[in-house]
């Protein structure tokens, strides 16, 4: 969710002072600084749920997750942005003279938000599409429980392919029993400590 600021052109490295020392975050378009808007309460839970879900599927793997304030860096769109939530691959590749951006994810998620579900289905994922290393790109509706999953099919050629699955339940449904498993494996290792 994005409101623009003062109507005129920042450079980069005006719009990155800016960022670093503001409370609030904001994303750089093309010149454009745009104030991101606090996310709903639901907003938030599905995000952070999908966030828990992703660190625990990828443990041990080289891969890190990255929940709503780790910004990105989209050179081909002069496009600074925080995805909602991010896998990157180890090592992290940040924009050069950066150590606080991102450039290389390969997984990004997106809570829609009826503000701004048009634009996280068009012009940023046209943006994305020209990050070298991104192949998956989910799209999750808090209104509607609709999952859009869009993945890379073949570096080679950029095709990709849109894939629906119509609930969000078994995603939810999943974390529940993750959770419920890790609390009972914590209970049962008390109980052992007793």
């Not at 599905?46 to 793997?61: Q, R, S």
């Not at 099919?153 to 939810?172: A, D, E, M, V």
Request: hydrophobic fraction near 40%; proline fraction near 4%.
């Amino acid at each position: 969710m994005t409101q623009a600021l003062e109507q005129r052109t920042y450079t980069d490295e005006e719009y990155l002072n800016i960022e670093v020392t503001s409370e609030e975050r904001h994303e750089y378009v093309n010149g454009e600084i745009r104030l991101m808007t606090g996310g709903t309460p639901n907003h938030n839970d599905i995000a952070g749920n999908l966030y828990v879900l992703l660190k625990l599927a990828l443990k041990g793997k080289p891969y890190r997750t990255f929940y709503a304030d780790q910004r990105l860096w989209i050179a081909d769109r002069n496009l600074y942005t925080y995805p909602d939530v991010m896998v990157v691959p180890r090592p992290l590749q940040l924009q050069i003279g950066r150590n606080d951006t991102i450039t290389n994810p390969v997984m990004i998620a997106e809570v829609l938000p009826k503000s701004t579900q048009d634009y996280d289905r068009g012009e940023k994922f046209v943006a994305y599409r020209t990050i070298d290393s991104f192949c998956e790109y989910l799209l999750i509706d808090q209104y509607s429980f609709m999952l859009n999953t869009i993945s890379r099919l073949r570096r080679i050629n950029g095709y990709f392919q849109n894939t629906k699955i119509p609930q969000l339940h078994y995603l939810s449904m999943l974390l529940i029993f993750k959770f419920k498993l890790l609390k009972f494996m914590k209970a049962s290792i008390l109980m052992l400590e007793i």
